[in-house]
């Protein structure tokens, strides 16, 4: 999650009156809904459930496919996501990943990185091919340490060229080959996602350069209620961040979405009023407006090929420092607390919702194609 990126009010309505959902969905069956889950949660089959019901349909997971032991777990999750006919998106990562133990190596020989990587992450995908077909080269390496040349906008190839740059084109040379290697092995239409965030496009670029294989590209972005339309937006560029990916002709994939308001007071906005994580107080407010805003501005644009649009994240992670601990679409792990953002995800991915719920979004007038009407 990008970092720009519990207390009071919880909309903890019974799931018993649930009696509507959304009809009027034309655009929106053409985007996959969904959220972030990392390793699914300690009831996976809830989670499972939970999903189904919002008709969220897809899961972007963390895969460290090397450890046995979070392997088997994994692969439960998926059984029990699989079952209720949700896809799931894996992040793959290596000993050069951000925090791990050679993600500083930049004196390695990239010959060794490469095939390094290539052994690690082959069986990894020979032992998951058969429950997910999407593959992501590592987590928002745009935000690498000294990945990106200092003072440069990363909207150029040569932003990143780099010694953490070209040590992580070898890294993901050899995750990317080792990904079709098995598709072709295999047959089966698996697909490789390089990810970038805010306007480090050049960053796709130069791993384009680099050999880098890919099919989809996964972009992360948390907007603010006062930011121009995603198709607009001249901060990124021309065409704003979709017109910007869409240079590249490849399917995207928006898979982390919030508002930025939830960084307002934490680390990085540290002027700003605190996002209070509460409905009907002022900031949390903003955000919903902004989460229903820049939807829409997703469905309604005609730039670029956004297939999916999945969330970060399903729950709140109380642990964390803020912000990181008030990204959830739920108060709680056991999904008995659901927020309001999580009641605006569900009308635009079509789930779903109590006409308790759906007055919530009547009274904000937020939501898609979500009417006052009888028993729908």
């Not at 050069?96 to 995908?125: L, M, T």
């Not at 939830?262 to 955000?287: F, H, M, Q």
Request: hydrophobic share 40%; glycine share 8%.
């Amino acid at each position: 999650m990008i970092l720009q990126k519990v207390r009071g009010y919880c909309m903890a309505m019974t799931m018993a009156g649930l009696v509507f959902s959304s009809s009027l969905h034309s655009a929106a069956n053409a985007i996959q809904w969904g959220v972030n889950i990392h390793s699914g949660g300690s009831d996976p089959k809830n989670v499972a459930e939970k999903l189904a019901e919002r008709n969220l349909k897809c899961v972007r997971m963390d895969l460290w496919g090397s450890d046995p032991k979070y392997l088997a777990k994994f692969k439960n999750a998926a059984a029990e996501l699989n079952a209720k006919g949700i896809k799931i998106e894996a992040v793959l990562f290596s000993k050069f990943s951000a925090g791990q133990s050679r993600h500083q190596d930049y004196n390695a020989d990239f010959a060794e990185v490469e095939k390094s990587v290539y052994d690690s992450i082959k069986p990894q995908i020979e032992n998951t091919k058969d429950i997910m077909l999407d593959y992501e080269l590592q987590n928002e390496m745009s935000l690498y340490k000294g990945i990106k040349v200092a003072g440069s906008s990363g909207q150029n190839a040569n932003d990143y060229d780099t010694p953490a740059g070209r040590l992580q084109a070898a890294v993901l040379r050899g995750m990317s080959k080792a990904i079709d290697d098995v598709r072709k092995s295999s047959g089966l239409p698996l697909r490789i996602i390089l990810g970038t965030t805010d306007r480090s496009f050049g960053l796709l670029t130069f791993m384009q350069e680099q050999g880098v294989l890919f099919d989809v590209i996964g972009y992360h972005i948390y907007p603010w209620e006062q930011h121009k339309p995603l198709d607009v937006d001249p901060w990124f560029g021309s065409g704003g961040p979709l017109g910007q990916l869409a240079l590249f002709n490849k399917p995207i994939r928006i898979n982390e979405f919030n508002t930025g308001e939830i960084y307002s007071g934490g680390p990085a906005y540290p002027t700003k009023p605190d996002y209070e994580n509460r409905a009907d107080e002022s900031v949390t407010e903003a955000g919903f407006r902004s989460l229903d805003k820049h939807l829409k501005e997703i469905m309604n644009q005609t730039a670029a090929n956004v297939e999916a649009v999945i969330f970060y994240e399903l729950w709140d992670e109380a642990r964390k420092a803020v912000p990181e601990n008030r990204f959830g679409l739920y108060f709680d792990e056991d999904l008995q607390k659901p927020k309001i953002s999580l009641l605006l995800a569900t009308s635009f991915a079509g789930g779903t919702l109590s006409l308790a719920e759906k007055d919530e979004l009547i009274k904000r007038g937020i939501g898609w194609n979500v009417v006052k009407s009888g028993n729908e």
